[in-house]
């Protein structure tokens, strides 16, 4: 299949349950919210050493957020509950508590899943001087901090999510490759419910399972090495691909991961294979090891074939 | 189904309505909670000796006439709608664990009394230790939402733990009392020794702001963000708390007395 001369291979992403949330950061002004959300989603590319996967959902306008303050959305994930809510506690403990004028609140309704504690725990920090309070059915704790006091909401729901969607973009060169996932990168980040944890949303040292070393769960993905195309015992790279860069999305729902991987693969289409990226393909085990599969021809956009 | 009792007349004697409850009369036939016996003096009258049972096209049991001799109504209910037309006797919703009640009249004292759950709603006044703790026990209300559209006599409140609880008109004197937390919300004038011996908990005015007595000290940290998610909800109650969110406020610590960690909250 060739939608505007970039060929899309007839693989799909092979994705994973995990446990996720989302929580809402706000402050005084829009920049301190921002600077809580990064340092809370920090080292948090990859569940494979950093327990979570993490990452900004967007922006919300002081109208969308419970106190009517700037705020910023938040997704975390990880592949337990009792993990979701270790990170959870540390990330929001050291990184929002401890950023001026933050409050943080559940990202999503009580309904959605099972409750994980936010400010249950924190509370204790305020050395007894914290107070409780239950407004509109949700209990909030007040933690007496130094610029006023710290509010957060006693817990978030937690639901089942999707995580490792992802796609591959196979171009000419860096530039190109570059280009290319910057661009998809920003058409996701439109779609609500996904976030793509890794730096700027791009993976260059993408992964296959296993390593010949014993001691290591994941090594290179020798496959799409251009260094290894002519080695390697298999290569999926044609020659002339000289740089891929691997684009990965955590979902809230298998439904947000599907949206986002149309919209990546909607953006690389749409810029053409005479942008550099002339090829997308994705990563997968052989369907056995996980439930979600994103065919990436069932995502290509309609009518463009050529 | 769902019945409407019309009171006849008003009984000799006081009437204990406790036995009445919604949800488990809208399982019985008109002759079965006809038979339903009520405590009245030294002995007991079946319902159907007082009212008239008629089916009511709502969903909640319609209780009507001069209620004045009938205490404990809505009392201990945990589910279903008891909708009341006039003014009833003491204890109305004692215990309440769950449910609405709405009044369309004023209630005696001790109403809302121990409640921990569900919803009453009172369109005129109710007299003293509204919300209150039963004697002995060491918490008053520890649940729920209790609404009065009219004014609370004295004690509104003594020993509250949890809930939300608002009077839209005036309280009389120790209102909050020993307050040991939850949401007071008062849209009047308050009598003497507001918040006298609280705790915990919050008192927000809504309307004239009160005279603190000298127990309790001003504060002012920012609180921007509680206020906020406190004053927009409160804003739905309407009367004096429309436009709560917009204002700025003010907030006092106390009762000193008792080391106390609760809080005044009076918007300008």
Redesign the interface.
């Known amino acids: 299949m060739r939608l505007n001369g970039v060929a899309i291979d007839e693989t799909f992403a092979e994705a994973f349950p995990m446990k996720g949330t989302r929580i809402v950061i ?1 402050a005084h002004r829009p920049a301190w919210a921002m600077h809580a959300a990064v340092a809370a989603t920090g080292f948090a590319t990859s569940v494979i050493a950093c327990g979570a996967e993490a990452g900004i959902e967007r922006v919300l306008a002081p109208e969308e957020t ?4 700037p705020g910023v959305a938040v997704l975390l994930f990880s592949m337990s509950t009792k993990e979701l809510g270790k990170q959870l506690e540390r990330r929001v403990g050291q990184c929002v508590m401890t950023c001026p004028t933050t ?1 943080v609140f559940a990202g999503l309704p009580a309904s959605a899943g099972e409750a994980l504690p936010l400010g249950r725990n924190l509370r204790f920090f305020g050395d007894g ?1 914290q ?6 059915g949700a209990r ?1 704790w ?1 933690v ?1 901090v130094m ?3 710290f ?1 957060a909401q006693e817990s978030t729901a937690m639901v089942k999510g999707v995580g490792g969607g992802n796609l591959l973009l196979l171009a000419d060169d860096t530039d190109a490759a570059l280009a290319g996932a910057e661009a998809a990168v920003e058409a996701m980040r439109r779609v609500p419910g996904v976030i793509m944890p890794f730096p700027g949303g791009v993976v260059r040292s993408g992964s296959k399972v296993g390593s010949k070393y014993a001691a290591l769960p994941a090594s290179t993905n020798d496959a799409f090495c251009p260094a290894l195309a002519p080695l390697a015992a298999k290569t999926e790279l044609d020659a002339g691909t000289r740089c891929v860069m691997e684009i990965v999305i955590d979902g809230l729902a298998e439904a947000d991961v599907a949206a986002a991987m149309r919209a990546g693969i909607a953006a690389i289409v749409g810029r053409g294979a005479d942008a550099g990226v002339r090829r997308l393909s994705a990563g997968n085990y052989g369907g056995k090891l996980g439930p979600f599969h994103f065919h990436l021809r069932k995502l290509a956009p309609e009518g463009s074939e050529a | 189904m769902t019945y409407r009792l019309t009171l006849r007349r008003p009984p000799p004697l006081r009437l204990d309505m406790r036995a009445l409850q919604p949800a488990r009369a809208a399982a019985l036939t008109a002759a079965e909670l006809g038979r339903l016996e009520l405590p009245s003096g030294c002995g007991t009258l079946a319902l159907a000796e007082v009212f008239d049972i008629a089916p009511a096209g709502t969903e909640a049991l319609v209780v009507e006439g001069d209620l004045e001799r009938l205490d404990f109504l809505g009392a201990g209910m945990e589910e279903g709608t008891l909708e009341l037309h006039g003014t009833v006797g003491d204890a109305l919703g004692l215990g309440l664990r769950g449910g609405a009640i709405r009044l369309d009249g004023s209630a005696r004292d001790l109403a809302g009394c121990a409640m921990s759950g569900g919803a009453i709603e009172v369109s005129g006044d109710v007299r003293d230790l509204a919300a209150s703790a039963l004697p002995g026990d060491l918490d008053g209300m520890r649940g729920g939402r209790f609404v009065i559209h009219g004014d609370a006599g004295a004690r509104l409140g003594d020993r509250m733990r ?2 939300t609880l608002v009077v839209h008109g005036d309280v009389g004197e120790f209102a909050a009392s020993r307050l040991v ?1 939850g ?1 007071v919300a008062l849209g009047g004038r308050c009598g003497a020794h507001l918040g006298y011996g609280m705790r ?1 908990g ?1 008192i927000v005015f809504g309307g004239a702001a009160p005279e603190p007595g000298p127990t309790f000290v001003p504060l002012d ?6 206020w ?3 004053a ?2 409160l804003e739905g109650l309407g009367g004096a708390f429309a436009g709560l ?1 917009r204002r700025r406020v003010e907030r006092l610590a106390g009762d000193l007395s008792v080391r106390g ?1 609760g809080e005044l909250l009076v918007p300008k």
């Open positions: 706000t419970p106190d009517g303050r409050a001087w107070i409780s309070k239950v407004i509109g909030y007040r007496p610029d006023g006091e509010v | 949890r809930g937390a949401t915990r919050t940290s920012d609180i921007g963000v509680f906020q998610l406190l927009r909800e969110a960690r």
